[in-house]
């Protein structure tokens, strides 16, 4: 019987992973250079590069998680990856991509994307990483489930502390100009569905 118990105890905990686990939030610890080519990207699309107004953590029913999904995997279907090089000519150019675009690119079609679902700036952030000795970039999704990723390379949407990368810095709530270096996961208070 002990046996059957433990047998159906961790069956349960990879049936629902994220439902198990608490998620985590970014802790940032004060305030971080924002990547060179950020700043003339906000010159040309300033309602992109806003973190004002709105909820700063998105309280993640069932129907948003599927919206999540939904856009991280037809934004990566939907581009090709190419370097800002071989795309644009330059070493690193921000933009919305049509066709053909690098990391920061997809990031910010799928913040373009939840914008225009009604998701609140303010929850969304852009946000660089270190990955394999490159830089990455990747958007952070504040929701009661800790702080989520959606990235170019995977269509799984992960709390940020069980990704590959180490992060470096990301947006400002509220301030989407200025950018805050990033700390250490900090555990969620509750991961119940609408808190």
Not at 80 to 101: F, H, I, M, T
Not at 122 to 142: D, E, F, K, M, P
Not at 155 to 181: C, K, L, M, V
């Amino acid at each position: 019987m002990k046996r059957y118990a433990a047998l159906a105890a961790l069956a349960a905990t990879f049936a629902s992973p994220l439902a198990a686990q608490a998620g985590t939030t970014m802790e940032t610890r004060g305030n971080a250079f924002a990547p060179p080519a950020f700043a003339s990207f906000c010159g040309r699309e300033p309602g992109l590069c806003s973190t004002s107004g709105g909820r700063k953590i998105v309280s993640l029913r069932p129907k948003l998680s599927a919206e999540l999904q939904q856009v991280n995997r037809a934004v990566n279907s939907r581009i090709k990856e190419r370097s800002d090089l071989v795309n644009v000519g330059k070493d690193d150019d921000w933009r919305v991509p049509v066709a053909y675009g690098d990391c920061e690119d997809f990031a910010i079609l799928k913040k373009r994307e939840l914008l225009r679902r009604g998701w609140p700036a303010s929850a969304l952030l852009l946000t660089v990483a270190r990955y394999r000795g490159a830089g990455h970039t990747v958007l952070t999704v504040r929701t009661s489930s800790g702080d989520l990723i959606l990235d170019n390379m995977t269509s799984s949407i992960r709390d940020w502390s069980s990704t590959p990368y180490n992060y470096f810095a990301r947006q400002a709530q509220g301030n989407g100009h200025r950018w805050e270096r990033i700390g250490n996961a900090r555990p969620i208070e509750s991961t119940a569905v609408g808190n």
